[in-house]
């Protein structure tokens, strides 16, 4: 408890130094000049082993009220929001009196899922938010609004789950109903599905992120001689997770072990954090990782940021458990920099009218994703993510050879 106690005071001590000490004002990553959300500034990072975490909070200090969505988790928990194997929708549609309803009488397909949101509010979903169940665990491939009490939508999917084709529950859940341990997936393998946006390679990177997994659940090295005093230790080989599935590597009690550690000093002052998080009107979070800014993910308001936090921390965290070389601690003003870099390169667009906008924007080395709501009363960005690609990052993973099980593959 005193260790919790001094945890709690260094936090607070932060965010108060950050907010006293640092004003300068920057635009919205890498979106437009002028947008919704207004300027943002970037405070002194909370330190988490090999994890920097920057908040990023509303220079305007303006309130920022709740927002009218539900989550996934909270959707898949209240049983609001369904998700099924495109196969098995048909009891899903709901009749029309001025249509035929739709028909989804259609095999079920690997990059498919039908959801339909019964919730009495607009659902929004992030790319890279785990689902589990059905004939394969997959991750949301792209942000996306989905209207309240609309009909059963085709959800575009990745595979986090290469090997299993066989139904272990008609309907998918969340990661953990309890949502205690709800999570998305590391920005490694979130890159591939937003950039790459390929199947293949995002199989690859689930492959080598249960490969640095093995590594970094694997008991600490012994000394070679335990009787001898001396100084010479022999690291412990990999475990063997047994699973090609994202979502059970992650769940495996000694990878989650690892991943809490890692996230220990944020989430053990969770309640003190978030509170903080609350006051400053912090909106979203730079991410270094080993002292490489990697990504930074901002929200509409603090109830949102509020709401993701615990799935960001801890797929952050994972991230910070991956071998990689080591480099000197970012500053806010680095903090800053990645949120400045232009967006400039290209830019694409799609969504649904009336519904939501979904922009990508290439500069360099960095992409961002913004994701607009056009819902009526809205005409705001709800989410904006920013990330620095992968591999101009880390030395390129070797992951391990797969050979899928499934001829639909």
């Known amino acids: 408890m005193k260790n919790l106690g ?15 000490e640092h004003g300068k004002q920057i635009k919205a990553a890498g979106g437009p000049g002028e947008n919704a959300n207004g300027p943002y500034r970037v405070l002194a990072p909370i330190a988490s082993g090999n994890l920097l975490l920057f908040p990023v909070v509303r220079a305007d200090q303006k309130s920022t009220t709740e927002t009218p969505f539900i989550t996934l988790d909270e959707g898949l928990k209240s049983g609001e ?5 495109a196969g ?12 035929q309803p739709q028909s989804y009488d259609r095999g079920d397909q690997v990059n498919t899922l039908v959801l339909v949101n019964h919730s009495k509010r607009p659902l929004l979903l992030l790319a890279g938010e785990v689902v589990t169940g059905g004939k394969q665990d997959r991750i949301v491939a792209k942000d996306r609004i989905v209207p309240a009490d609309a ?4 959800l575009s999917v990745f595979c986090i ?3 299993r084709w066989t139904e272990s529950s008609a309907e998918f859940g969340s990661s953990d109903k309890s949502l205690a341990h709800s999570f998305m997936v590391q920005p490694a393998v979130r890159e591939r599905a937003m950039v790459n946006q390929d199947q293949q390679q995002v199989w690859d990177s689930v492959h080598g992120a249960i490969a640095q ?7 600490p090295a ?3 001689n335990p009787g001898d005093g001396g100084g010479s230790y022999q690291a412990s080989p990999p475990i063997e997770l047994g699973t090609t599935s994202y979502a059970k590597a992650m769940e495996s009690a000694p990878v989650s072990q690892k991943v809490d550690e890692a ?3 944020v989430m053990q002052a969770r309640e003190q954090v978030l509170a903080q998080l609350r006051d400053e009107h912090a909106v979203g979070v730079v991410v270094a990782v080993r002292g490489q800014i990697v990504w930074a993910d901002l929200f509409r308001s603090t109830d949102l940021l509020a709401r993701y936090w615990t799935k960001l921390v801890r797929s952050y965290a994972a991230e910070s458990l991956t071998e990689g070389e080591n480099h000197s601690a970012p500053s806010v003003a680095d903090a800053e920099h990645f949120l400045e870099m232009p967006s400039g390169g290209t830019e694409t667009s799609e969504g649904e009218v009336g519904i939501y906008r979904y922009r990508e924007m290439k500069s360099g080395n960095t992409e961002t994703f913004v994701l607009e709501s056009l819902l009526p009363g809205s005409g705001y960005d709800v989410h904006i993510s920013k990330m620095k690609l992968i591999e101009e990052i880390h030395h390129v993973r070797k992951p391990r050879p797969m050979v899928p099980q499934h001829p639909m593959y």
């Open 151 to 154: 009909d059963p939508i085709d």
């Open 263 to 265: 996230a220990a000093p």
């Open 6 to 20: 001094r945890i709690e005071v260094a936090v607070a001590l932060l965010f108060a130094l950050a907010a006293c």
């Open 88 to 99: 098995s929708a048909r009891g899903l549609v709901r009749p029309r009196q001025t249509a």
């Open 213 to 219: 997994m093995e590594v970094a659940a694997a008991p």
């Open 161 to 163: 789950e290469p090997g």
């Open 222 to 224: 012994h000394p070679d």
């Open 81 to 85: 929001v369904e998700v099924t194997e």
